[in-house]
């Protein structure tokens, strides 16, 4: 998460995003292939097209141009993003709340280190009329996490994976829908794209 967000404090959202999104759903797919099998036919069809659909989805309109070391932190993020999954996949083979307990709980410790070492970071308390938003938010984070892990515990971690990374999908048509934001014509193809993804997957 620190990797993200510096990478998009350095960088453009149009190269981070995607590219953080991408590697953190190949990661588990990779190290599902290795120990629960390749999957169906259909369903590396639908990985593709869940690929598809995340560049479109979060990319900007503008095309940026890459360079190497704007990919470092998007790199990392996704790496830390897939290896998390993986993670979680393994404890929640015995246990559901405790992994997710110990890991919000090892990323608080995390960033209270990250601000005390740095000392970058000025910490402000919320004011009151945003306590409810913010409260709001941790449960659907939390309650994301935990349907994650019944997930990955139900099926193969690579679906699972692939399914949750379409989450900016569902952001952008709330976003659509609830703030009157206007789709591209490239994000609108990219939920297309997601569309086909889940339908693949779920054949």
């Known amino acids: 998460m620190l ?3 510096q990478g998009l404090v350095e960088g453009k959202m149009g190269i981070v995003a995607p590219v953080a999104a991408v ?7 990779i190290y599902s292939a290795f120990y629960e099998g390749f999957p ?18 979060v990319s900007m309109d503008n095309g940026p141009k ?10 990392l993020a996704g790496m830390g993003f897939g290896l998390f999954f993986i993670s979680i996949d ?17 990323a608080l410790l995390m960033f209270v280190g990250f601000v005390t070492l740095t000392g970058s970071v000025k910490v402000k308390p919320p004011s009151i ?29 690579d679906i699972t994976t692939i399914l ?10 709330l976003a659509y829908f609830i703030l009157k934001e206007k789709l591209v ?9 997601a569309l086909f993804a889940i339908i693949l997957m779920s054949i």
């Open 3 to 5: 990797a993200l967000y």
């Open 23 to 29: 590697i953190s759903a190949i990661v588990p797919v």
């Open 40 to 57: 169906e036919i259909l369903r590396i069809a639908g990985f593709i097209f869940a690929f598809i659909a995340v560049w479109l989805i």
């Open 66 to 75: 890459v360079k190497i070391n704007d990919l470092k932190y998007p790199f």
């Open 90 to 106: 393994n404890f929640s083979e015995t246990a559901i709340f405790w992994p997710l307990a110990f890991a919000r709980g090892t």
């Open 129 to 157: 009329d945003v306590l409810p938003v913010i409260v709001l938010a941790g449960l659907f984070n939390t309650g994301g996490g935990t349907f994650f892990t019944l997930a990955s515990e139900a099926g193969r971690l």
């Open 164 to 173: 949750s990374s379409l989450s900016p999908g569902v952001t952008v048509l």
């Open 185 to 193: 014509p490239r994000q609108w193809l990219g939920v297309v794209s």
